[in-house]
């Protein structure tokens, strides 16, 4: 009796418990990346001289993720322009085309009158490191290394301002 | 055959089976009510034989089997615990150079960054880092005890994508169905089956040309099942089979890509390189602790009933 007992006991939990295997993945977008170091890859600029978001430490700096295809980058662009010039000196703008040609990228930012820098990562490497689920995608790093934010979609100049205030509220 | 070669031989049966939740973590066997099943019938038969040695019936040596019979039921139950209450295996398919993290063990998996060459060699890798611990870097084959949890690597097929244009110019390669929207490395997260075969399937987009490709992963051995059924030849390498489509699903060309070679497809010349990335699987397992010291019971038993009386 008690041998049944136990077999029916076991064959009770056997059918509480839920079997099938549980995938899971990696994500979250670029706003779950606040506090934590901000990567960095070396790769070239549209003038052909090499820069990274390492070069930047000790600034804070805005990385604006685009590319020429994007529409709504496109609609960014000038914002993002007008915001560089604004925030010269206090803030540094970087934009980062994910996966075209450096002639593209050049070609557009010349055509749109851009002059901060242009840095054309052909493999994608900011983009997957930082989460990116569409483009644009603004990242805020603060002076010592840190995202201060993640920012998935276009913004407007306002929300620019308010993006980088924490940081540059921040004691140097 | 005697209750006593009965007894001996489904503890070890027990045991081995409770060793292979270590051994083969990958198996779903251990959440199976045929598992527990099989488990719980082993421990009454030890707790027959036992409760029958213990009142004499197979004289000094049946009693000297007691901590035997008592170190094959520890193991016995811990295996029952982990197969019952222990959660599923859990499979974290990370994109290179991404993080996920992973409350269960109160860790983060880096996932390392992987270019072609990486993804062509295997050689990716996964560092679990956890507050207050030395991290840990796991290699594909090795497996790590973390509590009850066991961890280890998988290599699953993975692909590399470069594509430009007819003249040229690199193009964004984006996976909008992916958690990793700008990611040039293909996981193959989902199946499709093609008659007999079910092969790994998975999709980028190249949004500058209004385009989306499926890729069809075929190892050798599937690829020279497919050439029966027409496909053009191969040397023997893996290959992706890539069908373009546009925005309105309009059908723009197919291809076969091997590892290594430039294609050309619905316009986009793509370069694709073939290889493994490891996916991190957490299964529950046994305390080692546990284990030890039922084995090492069950060994002391097995030796003392062996000594002369």
Known sequence: ?172 | MTARVAALGVAAIAIALVLAQDLYPATPLYHTWQYALALTLALAVLGAYANGARRGDDGVRGRRLLPAMAGAATVAVAGLASGLLGPDTTVIAGTPGTVAPIPALGAAAFFSAADADAIARGAGTVTLRRRNAAEIALQPAARRLLGESLVYLELRPAAYVDVSDARGAHLTVTQPTNASFLSPVLLFGARQRIGALEVPLDTFATPARHLTVRALYFTPQALAQFNRAGAPADQGRPALVLSAADDRGNPKGLTLAPSGAEVAVGGLRVHVTLGTYPVLAIAAAPPAWVLIAGIALFLAGLAWSALPH
């Not at chain 1, 820069?51 to 295809?69: C, P």
């Not at chain 1, 040609?101 to 493999?123: C, H």
């Not at chain 1, 490497?125 to 920012?151: C, E, F, K, M, N």
Request: hydrophobic share 45%; glycine share 10%; with cysteine.
């Open chain 1, 1 to 172: 009796m008690r041998l049944v007992l136990v077999i029916v006991s076991t064959l009770f939990l056997s059918a509480c418990y839920n079997a099938p295997d549980a995938a899971a993945s990696g994500g979250g977008g670029p706003s779950a990346l606040a506090g934590s170091p901000a990567q960095s890859f070396e790769v070239r600029r549209t003038d052909g001289r090499m820069d990274s978001l390492a070069r930047h430490r000790g600034q804070i700096v805005l990385v604006n993720l685009w590319a020429t295809w994007c529409t709504p980058c496109r609609e960014e662009m000038p914002a993002l322009q007008r915001f560089a010039r604004e925030q010269a000196g206090k803030v540094v703008v970087l934009g980062i085309d994910q996966g075209e040609s450096a002639s593209a990228a050049a070609a557009y930012a010349k055509e749109r009158g851009v002059t901060f820098p242009i840095l054309v990562d052909d493999q994608q490497q900011y983009g997957r490191t930082y989460a990116a689920i569409g483009l644009p995608t603004s990242v805020i790093v603060d002076r010592s290394g840190h995202v201060v934010q993640g920012i998935d979609g276009q913004m407007t100049i306002e929300q620019m301002r308010a993006a980088v205030a924490r940081a540059l509220a921040a004691r140097k």
